[in-house]
């Protein structure tokens, strides 16, 4: 084993053992029961691992510096999940260890597994021991020798031993009878760094036969609430302080300009208006815990005595949209225009729902190919899989209000593709540069309209482009729905909609992120 690695050699060590991490999700995801039992934790962090090898990818390994800055800054921008943000700080404080350094030894290895812990703590608002965070302290605390492969095993050693701790720390892991999942995912990490210095193959996936979450009864968990915002100016502790009042497991984190936070909260629209104050709000996330959790318990036939023979998976962009479709007894992928999701994804959530038959709704034109691929896969792993090609938010959401789960999918669909048809989707969002389309000029930063994905309109505000669009487009129609963008106040909608007595107009918090209107016309 090499005396020490350079920067090229620790980035790639980094690539492997996020492939190691992989091999583990779904062995993780089936121990998460703390802080909520959504079953996601695997999947989080392997999100956030895969963001740092992006990064890394793009980065000039040849340099320590810019190894590191890749390693920090990937995983904080891609953190997904309480456990994916505190891992992104323990790679954070790992990576700021090597800053200045030609190369990884022994000693520097001991050091930046002590920093990495000490990031990951001081990240946290409020601590708990038995969780991810007591493994990390553990690995660098019991971490010893000079050579890197025992530092390695030593590092292991003592994070298993802390990691089979963890259930006399947190009653919720005691009673469900397993240890906590995050810090279970920072030793696969570990290992798949011992992995690579041994030259080890990669393992077989684990056979997971039970799920950590059944022993949990339904109950309400809010909504897990993440945001990622850029050009922030403010001490990132003066935004902590300002949504702490919000919930718990609250952390707030940032690093060159950007803000990423995560908190638990019953009031996910209060607190993304807060944050909007203090930067541009350019992600969010929102997901409803405890129909994550209903939707586990389901999976295993725990709430219903009979699975009806039709089930709903639909792509959606922005929590309220997100709960829209799931009110209408769809299971969402996040993903869409600019951030499609994976045929893996897509899979995962074909075979999460219980039922024999599947509607798919891609809600977008360049999410059909991955549609089509993961509909063919679970056809072959025996799923009857029909894809609607709904290609914009509005259409899928006029669809999804036809579905019955009690009804079969030939008698669904075609009811399902009149409403598509008779649905129109319009979008307000900011050109991203100047350009000429179509005869319209647009200007960079300035609202523009599109109506069923087509560029129609240009205005000075949204507003004035919101109200074009719907004078456009109201015809026939009868009811308007608009969802909000994290930066429109309702009382900009509300203007808008006084101008339109004839039609029925709801207004909803939670539409795509970097859009300040989302309307369907039906």
């Avoid at 203007?495 to 029925?504: D, I, N, R, S, T």
Wanted: hydrophobic letters at 45%; charged letters at 25%.
């Amino acid at each position: 084993m090499a005396k020490a690695w350079g920067p090229e050699a620790v980035a790639e060590a980094f690539r492997y053992a996020t492939r190691w991490f992989q091999v583990y999700v779904e062995e993780l995801n089936a121990l998460n029961v703390y802080p909520v039992p959504d079953g996601d934790t695997g999947t989080n962090m392997l999100h956030t691992l895969e963001a740092a090898r992006r990064e890394l990818d793009l980065a000039d390994t040849s340099r320590m510096d810019q190894m590191a800055r890749a390693l920090a800054y990937g995983s904080l921008l891609g953190a997904r999940g309480n456990s994916g943000v505190i891992l992104s700080q323990i790679l954070r404080g790992f990576a700021e260890a090597l800053k200045g350094k030609k190369a990884l030894d022994g000693p520097l290895l001991r050091r930046a597994l002590r920093m990495g812990a000490e990031s990951g703590y001081k990240a946290v608002m409020r601590p708990v021991e038995g969780t991810i965070l007591t493994v990390a302290r553990a690995a660098g605390e019991g971490a010893r020798g000079e050579a890197l492969e025992e530092v390695l095993e030593t590092a292991l050693e003592a994070a298993r031993e802390a990691l089979e701790r963890t259930p006399e720390l947190l009653p919720a892991l005691r009673q469900a009878g397993v240890v906590d999942a995050g810090g279970a995912g920072y030793v696969r990490l570990l290992e798949g760094i011992r992995g690579y210095a041994l030259g080890l193959p990669l393992p077989e996936p684990p056979k997971v036969e039970r799920y950590a979450q059944t022993a949990f009864a339904t109950e309400e968990f809010g909504y897990c609430t993440e945001f990622l915002m850029e050009g922030v100016e403010v001490p990132v502790e003066r935004i902590r302080e300002a949504v702490a009042p919000f919930g718990d497991s609250l952390l707030v984190v940032g690093a060159e300009g950007y803000v990423k936070g995560h908190i638990h909260t019953d009031d996910p629209d209060g607190l993304l208006a807060t944050v909007a104050r203090f930067g541009r709000v350019v992600r969010t996330k929102v997901e409803d815990m405890t129909q994550q959790h209903t939707e586990i318990l389901s999976t295993f036939g725990l709430l219903a005595e009979e699975v009806p023979p039709t089930g709903l998976v639909a792509v959606a962009l922005g929590h309220g949209v997100a709960r829209a479709f799931r009110s209408l007894g769809a299971r969402v992928v996040a993903g869409g225009q600019t951030q499609n999701p994976s045929v893996e994804d897509l899979l995962a959530a074909i075979r999460s729902v219980p039922n024999p038959k599947v509607i798919l709704l891609p809600n977008n034109p360049n999410v059909f190919l991955a549609a089509t691929e993961a509909a063919k896969l679970a056809r072959e792993a025996g799923k009857e899989v029909h894809v609607l090609k709904t290609r914009t938010l509005g259409q899928g959401l006029a669809a999804a209000v036809r579905y019955t789960p009690e009804a079969l999918p030939e008698e669904l669909l075609p009811e399902m593709e009149e409403a598509m048809a008779g649905a129109v989707t319009l979008e307000v969002t900011w050109a991203s540069r100047d350009a000429e389309v179509e005869g319209l000029k647009v200007l960079k930063d300035k609202p523009i309209g599109l109506l069923d994905g087509r560029l129609v309109l240009v205005g000075e505000t949204p507003e004035e482009v919101v109200e074009g669009l719907v004078r456009m487009a109201q015809e026939g129609k009868e009811v308007l729905t608009l969802f909000l963008g994290p930066n429109t106040p309702k009382e900009k909608a509300q203007g808008v909609a006084q101008k339109f007595p004839e039609l029925a107009v709801e207004i909803l918090p939670g539409g795509p992120d970097l859009y300040a209107y989302l309307g369907v016309l039906e």
